[in-house]
């Protein structure tokens, strides 16, 4: 992975807030193609292994409820690219007229088999394929709706900077995130003024302080995490 040089960042990006983060970057282009490499061989290694378990999931996701096994959503990933997001149907078919773009918890529009697997973030192995593609890493930001990436302050832009992650140290801080907005009256205000901007500051930390080794811990991290 090598980062664009910076006349070659989308004008919205070239901004002071954003040099920081892209300097410190630039100094660890070693390890932003390891990060790469590693991406490419653990997500292949992954799909070939989980194969048979996904085929049960597939399986499990149609008898229980009808739609697709897949769930595709429009997402934003490196340089403000918009990507389709996969990950196993959690909901009933056309659940976002029903409700937020963020999932609470106990959301009714979640189905049986849903809840089990958002539990244990099965729902996220389809994200193997984005990252095969480039459009996601292992370890990143995790990727928004445009909505919420409009409302990105100069500085939040940064995270852009990198492609969107399936864990991070935000998500494992932040994984009961729907108890959090549970009780909200408007669940996009609540997340947009209370929650994202917390996530955000762990983001950002994560770009200031990047390397590869603390990649892997969040690796680790995310696998306790889930098995806690």
Same mark, same amino acid.
């Given at each position: 992975?090598? #980062?664009?040089?910076?006349?070659?960042?989308?004008?919205?990006?070239?901004?002071? &807030?954003?040099?920081? @983060? @892209?300097?410190?970057?630039?100094?660890?282009?070693? !390890?932003?193609? /390891?990060?790469?490499?590693?991406?490419? +061989?653990?997500?292949?290694?992954?799909?070939?292994?989980?194969?048979?378990?996904?085929?049960?999931? $597939? *399986? *499990?996701?149609?008898?229980?409820?009808?739609?697709?096994?897949?769930?595709?959503?429009?997402?934003? =990933?490196?340089?403000?690219?918009?990507? @389709?997001?996969?990950?196993?149907? =959690?909901?009933?078919?056309? *659940?976002?007229?029903?409700?937020?773009? %963020?999932?609470?918890?106990?959301? $009714?529009?979640?189905?049986?088999? !849903?809840?089990?697997?958002?539990?244990?973030?099965?729902?996220?192995?389809?994200? #193997?394929?984005?990252?095969?593609?480039g459009e996601m890493s292992f370890v990143?930001?995790?990727?928004?709706?445009?909505?919420? %990436?409009?409302?990105? =302050?100069?500085?939040?832009?940064?995270?852009?900077?990198?492609?969107?992650?399936?864990?991070?140290?935000?998500? +494992?801080?932040?994984?009961?995130? !729907?108890? /959090?907005?549970?009780? *909200?009256?408007?669940?996009?205000?609540?997340? +947009?003024? &209370?929650?994202?901007?917390?996530?955000?500051?762990?983001? #950002?930390?994560?770009l200031r302080h990047f390397g590869y080794?603390?990649?892997?811990? =969040?690796?680790?991290?995310?696998?306790?995490?889930?098995?806690?």
């Amino acid at each position: 992975m090598k #980062l664009r040089e910076w006349d070659e960042l989308p004008k919205f990006m070239r901004q002071d &807030e954003v040099k920081e @983060y @892209y300097d410190i970057l630039k100094m660890h282009e070693g !390890g932003l193609r /390891l990060k790469r490499l590693t991406d490419v +061989i653990l997500a292949a290694s992954m799909l070939l292994v989980l194969s048979p378990a996904m085929l049960l999931i $597939a *399986a *499990a996701i149609k008898l229980d409820s009808k739609g697709p096994v897949i769930f595709r959503q429009v997402r934003v =990933t490196q340089y403000g690219k918009k990507f @389709y997001i996969w990950k196993f149907r =959690t909901m009933v078919q056309d *659940a976002e007229r029903f409700g937020s773009q %963020v999932t609470v918890s106990g959301d $009714a529009r979640l189905t049986r088999v !849903g809840k089990v697997i958002r539990d244990f973030r099965i729902d996220e192995f389809p994200q #193997l394929v984005n990252v095969l593609r480039g459009e996601m890493s292992f370890v990143g930001t995790r990727p928004e709706v445009v909505k919420y %990436v409009k409302g990105y =302050t100069k500085e939040m832009r940064a995270t852009l900077l990198l492609p969107a992650g399936i864990t991070s140290r935000a998500s +494992i801080c932040y994984k009961d995130e !729907g108890e /959090l907005l549970k009780d *909200a009256v408007d669940v996009d205000k609540a997340y +947009i003024r &209370e929650v994202l901007p917390e996530k955000m500051r762990y983001n #950002l930390d994560d770009l200031r302080h990047f390397g590869y080794g603390r990649e892997l811990m =969040t690796m680790v991290d995310t696998v306790l995490a889930v098995l806690r």
